[in-house]
């Protein structure tokens, strides 16, 4: 969730917007990190979880980072039997959300 806050206000822009909400859904804990930031385009979205994967983007070109945070998430979250998803565009901003089975 740490990486998923820190992403949303670092790619925030000037005066970022940051919504985190977490709840259960029938058999499922939900979690939802959405912002209004820069956004991704859709041809990205499948190789963020990778390691070492970064936007190449003039818009992130001074933030910091390897490129390890999304891929640690995802890992740490199939190892609960979860998964994640992302849902982004230029200029709209991006939503994370976490599933992970209640047990």
Not at 16 to 25: A, D, H, M, S
Not at 49 to 54: K, L, P
Not at 63 to 78: P, R
């Given at each position: 969730m740490i990486n998923l806050v820190d992403n949303a206000i670092?790619?925030?822009?000037?005066?970022?917007?940051?919504?985190?909400?977490?709840?259960?859904?029938?058999?499922?804990?939900?979690?939802?990190?959405?912002?209004?930031?820069?956004?991704?385009?859709?041809?990205?979205l499948k190789r963020i979880?990778?390691?070492?994967?970064?936007v190449k983007d003039k818009k992130v070109k001074n933030?910091?980072?390897?490129?390890?945070?999304?891929?640690?998430?995802?890992?740490?979250?199939?190892?609960?039997?979860g998964e994640i998803r992302v849902e982004s565009a230029p200029g709209k901003g991006s939503r994370f959300e976490v599933r992970i089975k209640a047990e």
């Open positions: 670092k790619y925030g822009g000037d005066e970022p917007w940051v919504k985190v909400v977490f709840y259960r859904e029938n058999w499922d804990w939900v979690l939802t990190v959405t912002d209004r930031g820069i956004g991704m385009p859709e041809r990205v979880f990778r390691q070492f994967y970064r933030k910091t980072g390897f490129g390890l945070g999304l891929a640690f998430a995802k890992k740490v979250v199939n190892a609960y039997g």
